[in-house]
């Protein structure tokens, strides 16, 4: 039996899976063809999804170092009468060791309070 033509859409057992499906696939011939179409275009949705995955990951670390920069950039510049109990040299091998979590401390211990001052 042969379908003029059909819309596959791959992934739409779930919500999650049929949200993020947007891999389709337009067939015009045999059933059997329309498995394999049906399974490629599913595998092309789970690959659209880890490349948005990725990339969202990517971004974020772009972010995160970005902000670490910055933070390690004030902790150089800031006067050392800025800081909480005068201890620049501390909160800079704190900020190179412990890379975002210390960049996350310094910006409300020290960047924040100095700024409100």
Excluded: H, Q
Excluded at 18 to 24: C, E, L, M, Q
Excluded at 46 to 54: A, E
Excluded at 80 to 99: A, E, F, G, T, V
């Amino acid at each position: 039996m042969r379908i003029a033509k059909y819309f596959v859409v791959g992934l739409t057992g779930t919500a999650v899976a049929s949200f993020a499906s947007v891999g389709f696939a337009l067939a015009s011939t045999a059933s059997d063809d329309a498995a394999a179409a049906s399974t490629l275009t599913a595998l092309g949705g789970m690959s659209f999804l880890f490349i948005c995955c990725y990339a969202l990951m990517f971004l974020l670390i772009v972010g995160l170092a970005i902000f670490n920069l910055i933070m390690w950039y004030d902790a150089a510049m800031r006067d050392k009468k800025d800081y909480p109990d005068d201890n620049k040299s501390m909160w800079i091998i704190l900020l190179i060791l412990l890379n975002y979590w210390a960049a996350l401390f310094y910006y409300f211990m020290v960047k924040r309070k100095a700024e409100n001052k």
